[in-house]
């Protein structure tokens, strides 16, 4: 029996050596049938594995260079190829694919060419999202900016119209202006201060557009005593609103600006009807006019309060705010009336002042009312 158990035959040998492209000489040589040629055995068999081991090479420096995010797929393409290039002409002109036949040549190839059309679209599909996602970023950066800067005009916007305090209630928590908002302040001084002559100075005729001249006073006037609390020491001061010719402001609407300790926001109060009756006489004196101004001044507790949902607007009630437009009305021309309260802390932090007298103030009876007469003097 020439074909024992175990021993392959030399035809068989010969055509497995063939199709797959491997000797397998040294599995007869285990059998001992072949055991003259083991040295020859053993070196082939290390070629397959050889290359096996430049394959992965490449394949493993394709992948890095396809995941190098740094580099353009133009580059990326031009490198992948070059390694391409490089290993097919090694592969094809040197012994390293010596050991496989024809048939795994090609298909080693085609696999090699695959990979790299692979990873060349891979490369232009990755930029291409990438430059998408920059893109988009930027967008959102930009989105984000506008945000911002429409936010902080809003801001700006609402600060103009409402009390600062107020415009933050607003924007930071999610109320709405349905919604009322309101507020007791125990300690607020209340300004009426009115130009009764501007009556007669204003008059609708063709020289002066129609009476638009005499508005544009008016507004220069109103402008110059609202650029006046933009001064540090009338921080305590917030514009309630001017109606015709009449402005009236507060102080001591909030925490921050009611000082209760040295009573510094009913001293501002005063020195600010001072101050806008001094800006009256100059504004005068540059346009030869004579508007005069009277003033009435109140303290007491107020209700704060913003009414209106599309023109919100933020305004004060109470009986100190009707006796301090009393203060005005029944006041006189050049003069700053106060009530007994105003007087009170007033003269005590050496404010000179004089006692008008008891006057008829309608809804409130008599009532006696001073005239302050000037600023603070150094005891
Ligand atoms: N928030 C306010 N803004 C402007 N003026 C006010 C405000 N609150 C009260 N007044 C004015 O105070 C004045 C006194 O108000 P009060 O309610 O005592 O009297 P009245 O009889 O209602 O007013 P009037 O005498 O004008 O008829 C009124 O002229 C009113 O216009």
Sequence with gaps: ??????????ALEESINVSMGTNWSILTNSTGHNASQPAAGDLLADRPSMSMFASMIIVLLMVMT??????????????????ASIYLVLFLSTGISSDLDMYSQFYNVISLVGFLIALIIHGRQTEATNRLDFLWKLQATEEKEDMEHLEAYNRKLLANILPVHVAEHFLSSDKN??????????????MFASIPNFSEFYVELEGNNEGVECLRLLNEIIADFDEILGEPQFSYIEKIKSTGSTYMAASGLTKATCDMKDLKHVTAMADYALRIKEQLEYVNQHSF???????????GPVVAGVIGARKPQYDIWGNAVNVASRMDSTGIVDK???????????????YPLTCRGSIEVKGKGEMITYFLDGGKTQK
């Design 177 to 190: 202006f349905e919604d009322l908002y309101h507020e007791q302040c125990e300690s607020v001084c209340i």
């Design 289 to 299: 006019n004579n508007f005069r101004m009277r003033i009435g001044i109140n303290i």
């Design 1 to 10: 029996m020439s074909a024992e158990m175990g021993v392959v035959p030399r």
């Design 66 to 83: 396809a995941a190098y995010q740094v580099l353009t797929s133009i580059v990326k393409m031009f490198i992948l190829t070059g390694i």
């Design 336 to 350: 700053i009336q106060v009530t007994q309260e105003m007087y009170q802390i007033l003269s005590a932090k050496g």
